[in-house]
């Protein structure tokens, strides 16, 4: 696609609002050195670029009806088989919509990507795919993923399967419904502030945000490079241990999959949780949007495992309190980077970039009219911490999250798991259109305060079911030391089968 050529007028007015007073007096000169530069880009355009993700032709789906998606989990439903063997061979998969999946639409919970079909499969699809797993449809998440409740995306609200008019949790919030409703095996989420354990935690499913890197994030919409995480939803423990052997390993394109050691998750799935020192975590019960049920039932879960001849103790990380923070001065900053002003992916990695992706958002970037309360939030905040200060505290976050990293692992070294519950509260009701932003932004945000801060700090956390409070699911999240998902596994089935 050639770049067009500038005319004086247009130098002029561009040297202008760069406050270039030297340019503009000079504005024939500067155009003509200009166009002469813009060949480089008929250059780039000559050299081939390489085949990254594999794809294929358009594939046929259908949009199901109210009727026999009466919880909004699917954005599609489609058939797309894997291997005809393999270790998920048989299994019915669940997409999460901001994964790509070539031949089929992929809107990311927006209108702006309304129409976009990638070229190729993203990664984790490919290896599933060669496991045998057929693709069953792509799960409907929050809007471009920036939302824990369930009532952002375009195409409408996804409810609760327990409890119709209350929110499933998010953004991966189709790919849990789809697990409890029986219309999938396995489900892939994608997590930057806990979009994987929130909604597993409010739906009642089993959800894995692993080491940061241990599962390769090419070929998926970021919200931030720092914080990216993919991995498996499933019913239980030993499925979601099985479906994170496939999906681990490096890729040789993810620049996140720095040291990458991928370990055998289904070896000692059974071998129960004797001799395992657990921590409970006292800062992660008790808080602003706590209720007294979940933090019961939580802890009572996690010193059951004493029975089974684990030490179980509380720990405390004063830090945890903070780490909403940090994950929040980073998130803002990088999401509306990220997203809202480079197309989608940012710059300075050596990563795989979706030009196809790039080029819809970039054609579409005055489409703004159906974003969410949350979504222009961030991009107020983002512009004005900007327009002040510029990346400093961007950068300031980034830093102090090592201090944040530093007291975790001083406690891991004293604990092989630390226990919060994974969401304070059990699911909200969906939030009333009428009630205006400020609610909107709170159903957005009030379950995150456990799951943030290991999105930053990059410890793998699994969230387990524990039991209900008023019919409704109760999550507790493991948290463990870096690429040590097969004890997060080990302790999560011991709790799964007590």
């Excluded at 990695?349 to 159906?370: Q, S």
Aim: charged letters at 20%; a negative charge; hydrophobic letters at 40%.
């Amino acid at each position: 696609m050639t770049v067009p050529k500038p005319t004086t007028a247009d130098i002029s007015a561009l040297a202008q609002e760069l406050g270039y007073p030297a340019v503009a007096e000079a504005a024939k000169e500067y155009t003509a050195m200009i166009t002469g530069m813009l060949g480089i880009y008929d250059a780039v355009e000559a050299v081939p670029e390489p085949a990254v993700l594999p794809g294929r032709g358009a594939v046929a789906y259908r949009v199901p009806s109210a009727e026999e998606d009466p919880h909004h989990a699917w954005e599609v439903r489609a058939s797309i088989p894997g291997a005809a063997a393999g270790p998920l061979a048989g299994v019915r998969l669940g997409v999460k919509d901001s994964i790509m999946v070539s031949g089929l639409p992929m809107a990311n919970g927006s209108d702006v990507l309304a129409g976009f079909v990638p070229a190729g499969d993203a990664t984790v699809v490919t290896r599933a795919l060669e496991a045998g797993a057929e693709i069953v449809g792509k799960t409907t998440n929050e809007y471009f993923c920036m939302s824990g409740g369930s009532h952002t995306a375009y195409s409408g609200p996804v409810h609760n399967p327990h409890r119709i008019g209350t929110s499933s949790g998010g953004s991966s919030s189709g790919s849990a419904v789809a697990l409890v409703t029986g219309q999938a095996d396995m489900t892939l989420g994608a997590d930057q502030a806990g979009s994987i354990r929130m909604p597993a935690s409010w739906s009642g499913v089993v959800g894995l945000k692993p080491t940061y890197g241990l599962v390769p994030y090419t070929g998926i919409a970021p919200l931030d490079g720092f914080f990216d995480h993919v991995g498996p939803m499933t019913r239980t423990v030993a499925d979601n241990a099985r479906f994170l052997t496939v999906l681990a390993g490096p890729d040789g394109i993810d620049p996140r999959q720095s040291g990458v050691r991928a370990g055998d998750y289904l070896g000692a799935l059974d071998h129960g949780v004797r001799g395992l020192r657990v921590g409970i975590l006292r800062e992660g019960f008790g808080g602003p949007d706590a209720e007294a049920a979940v933090d019961h039932t939580v802890r009572a879960a996690a010193e059951s495992l004493r029975d089974l001849g684990a030490v179980v103790e509380d720990v405390s990380v004063p830090l945890h309190a903070l780490g909403p923070a940090l994950w929040t001065a980073i998130a803002i900053e990088g999401m509306a980077e990220t997203v809202l002003r480079n197309q989608g992916f940012a710059f300075g990695r050596a990563d795989h970039y979706p030009v196809d992706m790039m080029r819809h958002l970039f054609d579409r970037r005055d489409t703004v009219a159906g974003r969410p309360a949350n979504v222009m939030l961030f991009t107020l905040v983002g512009r004005y911490v900007d327009a002040h200060q510029g990346r400093l505290n961007y950068a300031k976050a980034i830093n102090r999250t090592r201090t944040l990293r530093a007291a975790y692992d001083e406690a891991l070294q004293r604990y092989d798991v630390l226990v919060t519950p994974t969401t304070p509260q059990t699911a909200r009701p969906l939030p009333d259109p009428a009630a205006g932003p400020g609610a909107s932004v709170q159903a957005a945000i009030e379950m995150s305060a456990n799951t943030t801060p290991f999105n930053i700090t990059h410890h793998p956390a699994l969230s387990v079911p524990c039991g209900t409070a008023e019919g409704l699911p109760v999550g507790l999240q493991l948290v463990g030391r870096h690429f040590d998902e097969a004890t997060l596994y080990r302790v999560g089935r011991a709790l799964e089968q007590a």
